[in-house]
């Protein structure tokens, strides 16, 4: 109802689900949380490999990304204009994301939020 979405929208916004599929792909994405965290452990864990601490290392990466985290929350920048906003041309970040965020990767993580969709949906 119009209540609930102004309170929830002093909270941050709200963007309401008009159908149950549509819902059960919001729920889909909420299993990529620990992948975010696995992701930063991946890149602790290669400065750990590196000859830093583990806590400093950790530090670090999350020092990164905090304010990737603000970004977020104080923009509706979309997130092609983000990514190019965060690279500079045959700069670094652009090399890892051509390396690591190539098509199969993206193909990987379509399949994976399919196969979570259908778990969540009751359709698998």
Do not use: C
């Amino acid at each position: 109802n119009k209540t609930d979405i102004q309170f929830f929208d002093t909270l941050g916004g709200t963007v309401v689900a008009t159908t149950e599929e549509l819902f059960s792909t919001l729920s889909a994405t909420t299993a990529t949380m620990s992948s975010y965290y696995a992701f930063l452990q991946g890149i602790a864990d290669w400065l750990v490999e590196q000859g830093w601490e583990r806590a400093a290392a950790e530090r670090i990466v999350r020092g990164q990304f905090a304010g990737l985290g603000n970004t977020l929350a104080t923009t509706d920048t979309p997130f092609s204009d983000l990514v190019k906003g965060h690279e500079t041309l045959g700069g670094l970040n652009e090399m890892l994301r051509r390396e690591w965020m190539d098509a199969n990767n993206h193909a990987a993580l379509a399949r994976s939020l399919d196969r979570i969709f259908a778990r969540v949906s009751g359709s698998d």
